[in-house]
C-alpha cells in the first residue's frame, strides 16, 4: 500500500532536496509541491495527500494557517512541520493543530525518513483499520435479522443518540430516542424437520411485507422459531400501545391463514427512551412466560398479566454478573453462580422449555463475552452439538449440568487470551518506559500512546507483574541513575535530569529512600 506526499516550502532548494529523496523505496509517492499556503491548500484540495511536510514561515499563508484550513477538511491528514524557528508560539500551535512532528532545520536526512516512515506505518494501520470495520459492516447488513443479541448489547450499554444512529444504520431504520415496544412470535414445533429453519425463515420473510404496510418503524430478528420485533414510535404519540396491538391483530390473522404451526404472540409493555429497549424485550419475553390460555393461535398482552418484576430483575442481574464471571471469575464461583440460578428455575416452576431458551440465552452471553476477547479465536461456539444437547435434555438438573460444563470451558479459553493479551500489554509498557524513561510519562500519556484507560493499564500492569505502575518507573530511572554514577563524571543534577527528574533535591531523596544512600554516596562506594 503505497501512501500519498505534499511538500511546502518556500525555498526551491529545499524542495528540490526533499523531492530528491528515495520515497519510492519506502512506497511512498510525491504528488507535486507547492512554496506557499495559499498555492499549497488549492492543490491539497485536489490531491488529496496523505502527508504533507510543510515549512511554516513562508509568504502568503504560513503553514500553520495552511495546516488548520486543511486539517477542517481532512482531519485525518498527517502533518509534518519543518522550520528554522524554534518559537513557543509556534509549537504551541503545532499541538493544538495535534501534527505529526516538528523537525528543526537543518534537516538530517535519516530522521525525516526515519519520520516519515513511522507516520506512514500509522496512516496505513488506520486505512486497514478503516477496511476493516467496512468489511464488519457489510457483513452485519448481510445477517442483520439475526443479530438480536448484539443489538440488544448495543443499546443496553447506554450509548448517546448519534451513536447509535452511527452503529445501527445498516438496519434500515433510524434508530432515535421515541417509545420503544418489543413483540415476540413463537412458532411452536414438536417436531425437528430438516427443512424447517427454511420454512421459518419464508414464513419471516412474508410477515416482512406485511408489516411494510404497517405504520410504525419496525426493527426485526429471527432466532430458530422466535421473531423478535422492535417497534419504534416518536415520543409524542400518545396511540402508541394500541397502534401495537393493531398490528398484532394483523399479524395473527396473517399467521392464521399461512402457517400450520400454533403460535403464541407476546406483546411487551411500551416504554420510553432507547436505553429502555432491553426492558420492553424482557417484558416481552415475561410475556411470552405466561402462556395463560394454552391456545394453539393467541396474542398475549403484557399490561394484562401481572409479573414479579422482583423475580425477572434477579435473572437480569444473574446473567450480568455471569457475563462478567467468564472474563474475571474462578470456577467456583461460576459453578455457585449457576447452581442458585437452577434452584431460582425449580422454585418459581419455570417449564422445561423456558429453562432451555435461558441455557441459549446464557450461551450467546458467554460468546458475546468471547468474541469481545478474540474475534478470531472463538467462531461457532454455540454449534449444532451444543444445542441438540440442550433441544434433547429432558430435565432441569441436566441442564444446569450442560451449561455449566459448557461455562467453565469457554471461561478457561476467555480467561488464557485475555492473560496473554495482559502479557503483552505489559511488555509494551515496559518497553515504552525503558525509551522513555528520561520524559515525563504519567498514565495518561502512556494511556495516549498505547491506546487504553489509565485505569485498566494500572490494574493490567499489577496483575500481572505485582509492582504498580509508578513503583516500576521509579525502579527504571533509579537503575539507570546507578548506571550513570557508575559510568560517567556527570553532576547530579545533569543525572537527574537524564533520567527524567527536574528537582535534583527531590531526585536525591527518592534515590536516598530506594538505595539506602545519597547519589554522591552511591558514586563514591562504587567508583573507589
Not at 398479566?305 to 450480568?320: G, H, R, S, T, V
Request: hydrophobic letters at 40%; a negative charge.
Amino acid at each position: 500500500m503505497n501512501i500519498t506526499l505534499f511538500i511546502v516550502d518556500d525555498e526551491e532548494l529545499i524542495r528540490n532536496g526533499l523531492l530528491s529523496l528515495p520515497w519510492d523505496e519506502y512506497d511512498i509517492d510525491i504528488l507535486g509541491t507547492a512554496e506557499n499556503g495559499v498555492d499549497a491548500l488549492e492543490k491539497i484540495k485536489q490531491l488529496h495527500p496523505d502527508i504533507v511536510i510543510s515549512d511554516i514561515e513562508m509568504p502568503n499563508q504560513n503553514g500553520l494557517w495552511l495546516a488548520e484550513n486543511v486539517l477542517t477538511i481532512y482531519p485525518r491528514t498527517k502533518f509534518i512541520f519543518l522550520t528554522a524557528f524554534n518559537t513557543f508560539a509556534y509549537i504551541h500551535k503545532a499541538l493544538q493543530l495535534k501534527v505529526s512532528d516538528y523537525i528543526l532545520k537543518p534537516i538530517k536526512k535519516s530522521e525525516l525518513l526515519g519520520l516519515v516512515t513511522k507516520t506512514r506505518d500509522t496512516i496505513i494501520n488506520e486505512k486497514q483499520s478503516d477496511y476493516q470495520m467496512e468489511v464488519f459492516y457489510n457483513n452485519l447488513k448481510e445477517c442483520k435479522f439475526f443479530l438480536k443479541s448484539w443489538f440488544f448489547d448495543m443499546v443496553s450499554a447506554f450509548y448517546s443518540t448519534h451513536d447509535i444512529n452511527e452503529n445501527f444504520d445498516f438496519l434500515g431504520t433510524s434508530l432515535s430516542n421515541g417509545q420503544f415496544c418489543v413483540v415476540l412470535i413463537k412458532l411452536k414445533s414438536d417436531t425437528a424437520k430438516s427443512n424447517e429453519q427454511f420454512v421459518y425463515y419464508t414464513l419471516f420473510q412474508q410477515l416482512l411485507n406485511v408489516l411494510q404496510f404497517c405504520d410504525a418503524e419496525v426493527i426485526p430478528f429471527l432466532n430458530n422459531n422466535i421473531i423478535t420485533l422492535v417497534f419504534r414510535f416518536d415520543s409524542d404519540f400518545s396511540k402508541a400501545p394500541v397502534t401495537v396491538l393493531e398490528i398484532c391483530d394483523k399479524l395473527h390473522t396473517f399467521l392464521s391463514f399461512n402457517t400450520f404451526y400454533p403460535f403464541t404472540i407476546a406483546i411487551g409493555k411500551v416504554l420510553n427512551g432507547i436505553t429502555n429497549i432491553s426492558r420492553c424485550n424482557i417484558s416481552a419475553e415475561n410475556t411470552m412466560f405466561y402462556d395463560l390460555t394454552k391456545k394453539d393461535k393467541q396474542i398475549i398482552y403484557a399490561g394484562d398479566l401481572e409479573f414479579a418484576d422482583d423475580l425477572f430483575n434477579i435473572y437480569e442481574n444473574i446473567q450480568k454478573k455471569y457475563s462478567i464471571l467468564l472474563s474475571h471469575g474462578s470456577d467456583m464461583q461460576i459453578s455457585e453462580l449457576l447452581k442458585d440460578l437452577f434452584s431460582l428455575f425449580e422454585s418459581s416452576n419455570v417449564s422445561l422449555q423456558s429453562v432451555r431458551q435461558y441455557c441459549l440465552s446464557f450461551a450467546t452471553s458467554a460468546t458475546s463475552v468471547a468474541c469481545e476477547a478474540s474475534p478470531e479465536t472463538f467462531s461457532g461456539i454455540i454449534n449444532f452439538d451444543f444445542l441438540n444437547k440442550i433441544n434433547n435434555c429432558h430435565s432441569i438438573s441436566a441442564l444446569c449440568d450442560i451449561l455449566t460444563y459448557f461455562s467453565l470451558n469457554i471461561s478457561k479459553q476467555i480467561q488464557n487470551i485475555l492473560q496473554k493479551k495482559n502479557i503483552s500489554l505489559v511488555y509494551k509498557i515496559k518497553n515504552y518506559i525503558s525509551d522513555n524513561y528520561q520524559n515525563t510519562i504519567t498514565l495518561e500519556i502512556l494511556s495516549e500512546a498505547i491506546g487504553l484507560s489509565p485505569n485498566y493499564i494500572s490494574t493490567c500492569f499489577y496483575k500481572e507483574t505485582g509492582v504498580n505502575f509508578k513503583d516500576y518507573l521509579t525502579s527504571v530511572r533509579i537503575q539507570k541513575a546507578k548506571e550513570l554514577l557508575q559510568g560517567t563524571n556527570n553532576k547530579i543534577y545533569e543525572i537527574a535530569h537524564a533520567v527524567g527528574y527536574e528537582d535534583t533535591r527531590y531526585f536525591s531523596n527518592l534515590f536516598n529512600n530506594v538505595v539506602g544512600c545519597l547519589p554522591s554516596q552511591y558514586r563514591k562506594n562504587h567508583t573507589d
